[in-house]
């Protein structure tokens, strides 16, 4: 048990869960895509809807959900406290030939763009999760309900009514392909995935998921904003 502290105490072991734990937020974001898609269905969003009620009642996805959130916020604070003890010794070594100067802006700013994503998070779980779930209390709006079934994707369309909140998503998925592009090549990187035939056709993956998702979730706000406005 002490080696496996001592692992996650080492520099290798904090990028290894830095690695492990973005990878099992991507997949969160594939299985959130597709659930999210529905919202483009033309069915005034009874799909969408019945979807959100089991996601939000069934009890294992409810625990996942937790696993989730404490994912997103270890994801978050270790990035930043890494990217600051790099700074630190960055600033110790100023004269010092250093290979990350000749690194891409992507990977010298994936704490930036993880703070913005981080923010994103936040903004975007008021506007939806919070209702959703605390919509009975005074923090909240409630949504409103047809046979017990909070209608989620009245919420959804109603914010995306505004211009504005569809550039602020527009951007942020913007700022998820520039963090993902990177994030992928250093976590297969980290992982030591080498090998001749398979990691060309891995990392070809990662761009194509880095690119294709956050395009798709950028869809969803400018489809349902067109819609309400043609
Ligand atoms: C741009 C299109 C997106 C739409 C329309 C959308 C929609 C939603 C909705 C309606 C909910 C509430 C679901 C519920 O409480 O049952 C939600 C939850 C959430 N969203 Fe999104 N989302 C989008 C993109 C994203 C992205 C890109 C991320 C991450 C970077 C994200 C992270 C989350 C998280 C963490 C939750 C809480 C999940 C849970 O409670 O299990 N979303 N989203």
Known sequence: ????LNLFNSSIGQ?????L????????????????????ANDG???????AYFMTNNPLIKTISWGLYATILFHAIKGILMALTNRKSRGANRYAVNAKDNASWTSKNMAILGSWIFIFIAVHMAHFWGRMR????????????VDGVKQLYAGVAEAYQNPLIVLFYVVSMVMIALHLWHGFASAFQTLGINHKKYTPIISMFG????VVIPALFA??????YLRQVS
């Open 1 to 4: 048990m002490k080696w496996l």
């Open 15 to 19: 990028k290894l869960l830095m690695s």
């Open 21 to 40: 734990t973005g990878l099992f937020l991507c997949s969160f974001l594939l299985v959130h895509l597709i659930g999210n898609l529905q919202l483009l």
């Open 45 to 51: 969003g009874v799909a969408f809807d019945n979807y």
């Open 134 to 145: 605390f919509g009975d209390t005074p923090l909240f709006e409630a949504l409103p309900e």
């Open 207 to 210: 761009k194509v998921f880095s």
């Open 219 to 224: 869809l969803i706000p400018i489809v349902l």
